[in-house]
């Protein structure tokens, strides 16, 4: 989030350079420091970090490379470095992150499911005991899948085919369903669940919503809906091109003005079906 607060508002973040360094390098000694203390290595046999014991969110538990941990482990590490190259830091190791970091990562855990590449929650884990769904957070907060970026279908397929994806979906409290949706471009779905999500809750206040996963009066639900809504609205390739209505109905009138990164704001429309541009 510090990262993204100064990519759409330029705001100093130099303060924030250690915290962001230390946290990353934390993963790296942490783990190859438990890899060590089990055996002779501190990396598995393709020079990549053992990501074990970790979790995939606060449900796969006991997991081997989750796909949650190492979409942010990625994100962060390729933001900063971006970040650091912007600012004029020849390289990120002078912040004392080690530059060879981003590759020990390991890649994305994929698997196939009734033939269809999908995006695994981890190599293997213990059990499963609450009702995330990690293998789609590199979709949504990480963005490594989605319109205009590689992987496309890959990601599709996990939202659409994977059973635990499938089993855990709602519009109930945090629930990030109805933005994974946006992001992959399916109208249908984003729309669907954005609109159970913004529907009045049972409390004299209508943007009070019931308890959902955590307490009444619960206000995740209507972030979330915020969110998504703006995800149908607005997106953004990784170069910084504008992506418009991405999973927007187009029978559905609408005016937006929104904020994008690099400070631009964006102001568009459609009406009657017909997009209007007023401002990028």
């Not at 482990?73 to 060879?100: H, W």
């Not at 945090?174 to 049972?202: S, V």
Request: glycine share 8%; hydrophobic share 40%.
């Amino acid at each position: 989030m510090i990262l993204q607060a100064h990519s759409y508002s330029g705001i100093d973040i130099t303060k924030y350079e250690p915290l962001i360094v230390q946290c990353l390098q934390f993963f790296d000694e942490h783990y190859q420091y438990l890899a060590k203390q089990r055996g002779v290595k501190a990396l598995d046999g393709d020079g990549k970090l053992i990501l074990y014991p970790s979790s995939g969110c606060e449900t796969y538990k006991m997991a081997y490379n989750p796909s949650s941990v190492i979409a942010a482990l990625r994100t962060v590490t390729e933001q900063f470095e971006a970040y650091m190259a912007a600012k004029g830091a020849k390289d990120i190791s002078t912040n004392t992150l080690d530059s060879t970091f981003k590759n020990r990562i390991p890649d994305i855990p994929l698997r196939t499911i009734n033939g269809d590449t999908c995006i695994a929650p981890a190599i293997v884990w213990a059990r499963i005991q609450n009702v995330e769904t990690p293998q789609l957070y590199p979709v949504f907060p990480w963005r490594i899948y989605g319109m205009g970026r590689e992987g496309l279908d890959i990601a599709r397929n996990t939202y659409l085919k994977d059973p635990h994806a499938l089993k855990m979906r709602t519009h109930i409290g945090w629930k990030q369903d109805n933005i994974w949706a946006a992001c992959l471009g399916l109208t249908d779905d984003a729309a669907r669940l954005n609109l159970e999500k913004f529907a009045d809750g049972p409390y004299r206040f209508p943007a009070f919503w019931d308890p959902g996963y955590d307490w009444a009066p619960d206000c995740n639900r209507g972030g979330s809906a915020m969110i998504g809504m703006q995800e149908m609205l607005l997106q953004e390739s990784p170069e910084g091109k504008l992506l418009l209505f991405q999973a927007w109905p187009s029978e559905w009138n609408v005016r937006f003005k929104l904020h994008a990164t690099g400070k631009r704001t964006v102001e568009a429309e459609i009406i009657d079906g017909k997009i209007n541009i007023i401002k990028q």
